[in-house]
């Protein structure tokens, strides 16, 4: 295996992983407060259940990332042979994800929290409630989107 293609792979990783951990604690923090209100009122679990959701979208986009660099670099195939250069173009191509999507998912958790208080209170605010964290995601689908443009401008 080339120095390039462990350097592809290991920002394959990282992008999947640093995503998916984002998503975890954010759907942790949303789920704490979701089940102190579910825990109040059991029948308000359908209007929470999108609130927790919301900052799992980020380990989504994570692995999305990693797939597309599993493509680019014939890994299903067994991997090709690329340069160190184009191993460190690959590796920092997935640094929006890594950073993004990690720090968004445990802001998105955070508003989804506060979020889901207005609908313990007002649960025919849920619409209104959802746009604060939806905020959140457009930064993630941003992270994203850098990522797939950086890897489609890599020539290997």
């Given amino acids: 295996m080339s120095f390039g293609l462990l350097l592809a792979i290991a920002g394959a990783a990282l992008a999947a992983g640093f995503a998916g951990a984002g998503s975890a604690m954010g759907v942790g923090i949303a789920g704490e407060a979701c089940s102190g209100i ?4 059991p029948e308000k679990f359908g209007l929470m259940l999108p609130l927790q959701a919301l900052p ?3 380990g989504f986009y994570g692995f999305l990332a990693a797939f597309l660099v599993m493509i680019k670099v014939n ?3 067994g991997g090709i042979a690329i340069s160190d ?7 920092f191509a997935c640094a929006p ?11 998105q958790g955070r508003t989804s929290a506060a979020a889901a208080n207005i609908v313990a209170k007002h ?3 849920l619409g209104k409630a959802i746009i604060f964290p939806a905020m959140v995601e457009t930064y993630a689908v941003l992270g994203l989107l850098a990522t797939i443009l950086l890897l489609n401008g890599i020539v290997i």
């Fill in 38 to 41: 579910v825990t109040e009122d």
């Fill in 56 to 58: 799992g979208t980020q």
């Fill in 75 to 77: 890994l299903f195939g």
């Fill in 85 to 91: 250069v184009v191993g460190w173009q690959i590796f």
């Fill in 97 to 107: 994800v890594m950073i993004v999507e990690f720090i968004s998912g445990i802001y």
């Fill in 123 to 125: 649960p025919e605010e």
